[in-house]
């Protein structure tokens, strides 16, 4: 469809529902006989004092529209024909009814009427609404009912026309959508020009695990529900934090919460600079690792960049990159049958492809696999300096303190690294991260990094762990061994293999001829162990891979008791396929 006959949907304006009234007397009294024709040519009802109308438009002409009304005021059309008794559905507080679809017969037979709907729809999930009535015209009916909406018996006739009375869950639309028609939307969006305040499609957003939160309740009503489940599926450290750290905030805690902190977190800059052999101004403070990627990415990219990532990694960087900006995305494959190691030759010709950023998770996320500081350093020394390079660094204190490349990056001008303190320092509730860079590179984020972006006791205990090297590094040197042991007797299982990695969590791999993941996690979960299906964390994994976080020996011998337990439900064959272990 040409620019200039693309079809504008947007919300109709005063003027517009001025005309809408008059095609509605066109439409619905003079063709389809289901009013008195009146002498203004116009048709109004009392559902238009407070109704919403969407428009479609071609060259600035209405060719079609349609009317949504909210549940405030408990009134509907539908009560024109049926009494509530009657409707065989529940019509309640969340209820939006959907109502006069129309396009002018001149335009019928162009997907104007579906992009009227979805209009509609997508007004009624951005809302909140969670139910949809509406009464479909029977030259339409079907095309309701393709998209899932659910007919019932109830049947009227107005004029000319029958109508069945038709409903559906918001939530239920929107997945037949995704996973059945989401080619057909996404070549319609391709033929309109949206100008609604609201986005085409919902949102998505990112899936970071952590469901074990439905089991303890997320408004933390009975916090020692905790002590009845197994948090497996999120990467939460097994260790306590230093206890000087703990110390600190216990005697200082009514103080600290009641006070604001420092507004620019430098304090936090100058302790993580001095532990790290860099200056203040190579480090930019924030809210945890996600807070960091949201603010640098949202500011350095476009839709038009192109960005260079591993397959699989940490789920973050595909949804900001993919979903929230839309930049154009390459990703190296990283294959079963080698590990899921990087090949570095490979990976360095790739890389001098004019990319505008490139994003390593070291070690990687969620194969544990790690590439050491040497050989990353003389692979990047390689890379185009106008190529920004990201390297998230979450686990890398687990391969030893000298693998960080923090100093390296601190004197180049397309080097940034990412420093979680959550997993590493037993600081995920608390949110405190950092970038090291070169400060020209954290020049324009640092301006719009808000104030106070860390919180006081986030910024106390980041300052506190860093001092506890001692403390941290013999809880490293625990969680290897608790790893090892762990795989050790998880390869006992029959059908089990592992990929262990250098971080503290391991990836377990299921008989391609069992049950998914998803099975497996499920059945867990019912017993109190919550694991991670990873099968949407990368195109090269299959839907038979469980990541599984490395916890205490106790809590370690109750998760290979529980998985044992399912897993022997079901006749596997054992892998022919070994991995490494180291």
Not at 410 to 438: D, E, F, H, P, Q
Request: net charge positive.
């Amino acid at each position: 469809m040409e620019k200039n006959n693309l079809l504008e949907i947007s919300l109709a304006t005063k003027n517009d529902r001025d005309k809408i009234y008059r095609l509605r007397h066109d439409v619905y009294a003079s063709e389809l006989r289901q009013h008195t024709p009146n002498k203004e040519m116009t048709l109004q009802d009392h559902l238009d004092l407070f109704n919403i109308y969407f428009v479609a438009k071609i060259q600035t002409e209405i060719v079609g529209f349609v009317s949504v009304t909210p549940p405030d005021h408990n009134k509907y059309s539908v009560d024109k024909y049926f009494t509530r008794s009657e409707i065989p559905f529940s019509v309640d507080e969340d209820t939006f009814e959907i109502r006069i679809l129309t396009v002018l017969k001149t335009q019928r037979g162009k997907p104007i009427a579906l992009a009227l709907l979805w209009a509609a729809f997508r007004w009624i999930q951005s809302f909140g609404g969670n139910n949809v009535v509406a009464i479909g015209r029977s030259e339409v009916l079907n095309m309701y009912l393709k998209l899932g909406f659910t007919a019932t018996k109830k049947i009227v006739k107005a004029g000319k026309v029958k109508y069945t009375l038709i409903h559906a869950k918001t939530d239920e639309l929107n997945t037949l959508v995704d996973n059945k028609f989401k080619n057909l939307f996404t070549n319609l969006r391709n033929r309109c020009k949206w100008q609604l305040p609201i986005d085409f499609f919902k949102p998505a957003t990112c899936y970071h695990g952590g469901a074990f939160f439905d089991a303890i309740g997320v408004e933390f009503k009975n916090l020692n529900r905790r002590n009845e489940i197994i948090n497996a599926d999120v990467l939460d450290a097994w260790f306590d934090p230093a206890p000087p750290l703990v110390e600190k905030l216990k005697n200082h805690f009514s103080w600290i919460c009641k006070t604001s902190p420092p507004t620019d977190c430098m304090g936090m800059a100058n302790g993580v600079a001095k532990a790290r052999g860099v200056k203040s101004y190579n480090i930019l403070s924030g809210a945890g690792s996600s807070d960091l990627i949201f603010l640098a990415f949202r500011e350095w990219l476009s839709p038009a960049s192109r960005v260079l990532i591993l397959d699989p990694t940490y789920g973050e960087y595909i949804h900001v990159l993919k979903n929230i900006i839309g930049c154009h995305v390459d990703r190296i494959n990283l294959v079963k049958a080698n590990n899921y190691t990087v090949d570095l030759k490979e990976f360095l010709k790739i890389a001098k492809n004019s990319y505008d950023l490139i994003v390593l998770v070291n070690p990687n996320s969620p194969t544990g696999q790690h590439i050491s500081a040497k050989k990353l350093q003389q692979v990047l020394s390689q890379i185009p300096p106008y190529t920004r390079i990201w390297i998230d660094e979450t686990y890398i204190e687990y391969c030893g303190k000298k693998q960080s490349l923090e100093k390296f990056a601190a004197t180049t001008t397309n080097v940034v690294i990412c420093k979680s303190m959550s997993k590493v320092y037993a600081l995920s509730g608390l949110r405190a991260a950092y970038l090291c860079a070169g400060p020209s590179q954290l020049e324009k984020l640092r301006s719009i990094s808000p104030p106070w972006a860390v919180s006081l006791p986030s910024q106390i205990a980041a300052l506190e762990a860093l001092k506890a090297n001692r403390y941290y590094e013999e809880c490293y040197e625990k969680t290897h061994l608790l790893r090892k042991a762990f795989t050790k007797s998880l390869l006992k299982i029959k059908g089990v293999s592992v990929l262990e990695g250098k971080a503290n969590f391991i990836l377990c791999f299921l008989p391609t001829n069992g049950p998914t993941a998803a099975t497996i996690v499920s059945k867990c979960q019912r017993m109190g162990l919550f694991l991670r299906d990873v099968s949407s964390m990368g195109k090269s994994f299959d839907k038979h891979t469980i990541r599984i976080a490395i916890k205490d020996k106790a809590t370690n011998q109750k998760m290979l008791k529980i998985i044992k337990q399912v897993v022997d439900c079901y006749p596997f064959v054992r892998y022919n396929v070994p991995f490494s272990t180291t």
